[in-house]
């Protein structure tokens, strides 16, 4: 088990010297890296495939490509993280207010058990859920969207922009 700790943290470290760095505090250095941060420190200048950050949590916006739900999921693991799962009423809010008004894939779905919505990011109960008014309203819609400023249910085979998160590491 040591082992594979050591190893852990030499490969982080390999990894961590051959990520571009920006140099010195110059604040236009971050703009050029095409990115939006918030509450960032000086460690997450890096250039990376999730180039919004909020607290410790990283975002990729997909605005260019759509993709059903199943096809969003598959995605976000390919990039190295997962859809967007909203663990608070703040993330929901500082996300919002970071992205271009749509429609986005997040985590959550009830494909498993009927109306119990859970995370395919962790398997658990969606820790925070804002609906539209009126919304979960239709049994047959499975999985959920964020829509301009709230979710909604709706059925998992239709194309729709997403958004996939990856955890920094502590």
Known sequence: MRNKFVFLLIILQLWDF?????????????????RTVVNVDVESKYQTNFPIQIGNKFYHVQTTLKANWHQAAHNCRKLGGHLLNFESSTEMDLMLSAIPSSRYWISGNCLAENRVWTSI???????????????????????????????????????????????AIP
């Open 18 to 34: 051959a990520m571009p760095s920006p140099t010195g505090d110059d604040p236009s250095q971050i703009v050029e890296s095409n």
């Open 121 to 167: 990011a962790t398997g658990e109960p969606m820790p925070y859920l804002r609906w539209h008014k009126e919304e979960p309203n239709n049994l047959q819609e499975l999985c959920i969207e964020l829509k301009e400023t709230a979710l909604n249910d709706v059925f998992c085979d239709i194309a729709l922009n997403y958004i996939c998160e990856a955890k």
